[in-house]
């Protein structure tokens, strides 16, 4: 079965500071990987997505995840925080040989808190 | 940009009612979906739905529930008699059919309250 987990509930990072949200997964086959944001009130927003290539996809408002298959990790990066980067991050997960029809499978998410 | 709406923002209904969430799609997008986040817990598959008929769908979308595509720009999701435990924020997403990028796009939501 597939699955997301992400093991913080909560990340913490001063404006200014570099920020990880970590993200692993697993399908049966090989994974498309996608990150998304939710802020207050507003729904599910895409970030990025890995799909083939470069294991270090870019997405927006400079947020980066760098894909790692061996420790089938996809964890989300930006080298300086702002405050207005606090909100729920979503990483989910949909197996390579599925149909274009098929469930994206989301972790539980993970707060992030930038203070100033 | 163009976005996915959904309706009401808020809906609060008794145990035992029927309820009927609407949502509007990505007007060239052919794939549509709906989930359902229960408070704190995660965001869930509830059914996706292509071509006038549903396309997969989870154990939580039993008989109670049913998807309608009525016109050329509405989807809904109909819960025909809802339980205390259907309240959660559900999401209505939609996805370009011949994308292979698979990316889906999201509503803000319908909060439904089942008293």
């Known amino acids: 079965a597939q699955s997301v987990a992400q093991p913080e509930d909560q990340v913490n990072v001063a404006e200014g500071n570099p920020l990880t949200v970590k993200c692993t997964y697993s399908v049966s086959g090989n994974p498309y990987l996608f990150w998304y944001v939710q802020y207050p009130n507003r729904g599910l927003q895409f970030l990025l997505k890995y799909i083939t290539g470069d294991n270090l996809v870019k997405g927006s408002y400079g947020f980066e995840a760098e894909f790692n298959k061996s420790q089938t990790s996809f964890h989300l990066k930006k080298p300086s925080a702002l405050v207005s980067d606090s909100a729920l991050y979503f990483c989910a997960v949909r197996d390579r040989g599925s149909q274009a029809g098929t469930a994206l499978i989301f972790g539980k998410g993970t707060t992030l808190s930038v203070s100033s | 940009e163009p976005e996915v709406t959904q309706t009401p923002s808020h809906q609060v209904t008794q145990m035992g009612q029927e309820v009927i969430l609407r949502c509007v799609p990505i007007?060239?997008?052919?794939?549509f979906y709906w989930y359902r986040q229960i408070l704190g817990q995660k965001v869930e598959f509830l059914v996706s739905f292509y071509n006038n008929e549903i396309s997969e769908k989870s154990e939580i979308f039993d008989d109670q529930f049913s998807v309608e595509r009525p016109d050329g720009s509405n989807f809904t999701l109909k819960i025909r008699s809802t339980k205390l435990e259907d309240s959660a924020m559900y999401f209505c997403a939609s996805s370009e059919a011949s994308s292979r990028t698979y990316e889906q796009y999201f509503g803000p939501g319908t909060r439904l309250t089942v008293t």
């Open positions: 007007s060239n997008h052919l794939y």
